[in-house]
């Protein structure tokens, strides 16, 4: 590999980071002042709030996905008819809510 360590990782990360994509958002008024609000409050751009809320709830869905996922597997492993009433009454929760 050519160039100095400091080089090599350079452009590694380089290649690794993703160019922003700028996209126009339209919030409610009551949505942009808690933004504003959050961002004042940590000493930071209102951006850079909507960027963490954003990357916070795509993990929380992806997490919510796998939890629906364990319990359908945990409901089709199970034969303790208790069990599997629990785990159903889970998953109904989860789709339809309380």
Do not use: H, Y
Not at 27 to 52: F, Q
Not at 56 to 72: H, I, N, T, V
Request: hydrophobic fraction near 35%; proline fraction near 3%.
């Amino acid at each position: 590999m050519a160039g100095t360590g400091a080089e090599w990782c350079k452009m590694v990360q380089m290649r690794q980071t993703q160019k922003p994509i700028r996209q126009s958002v339209t919030i409610p008024k009551r949505v942009a002042e808690r933004v504003r609000s959050l961002a004042k409050a940590g000493k930071t751009s209102a951006n850079r709030v909507l960027v963490d809320l954003i990357e916070a709830g795509l993990e929380s869905r992806e997490a919510e996905k796998q939890r629906f996922f364990d319990l359908a597997g945990r409901l089709s492993e199970t034969a303790d008819p208790k069990e599997k009433r629990r785990l159903k009454e889970k998953l109904a929760r989860m789709t339809f809510g309380d």
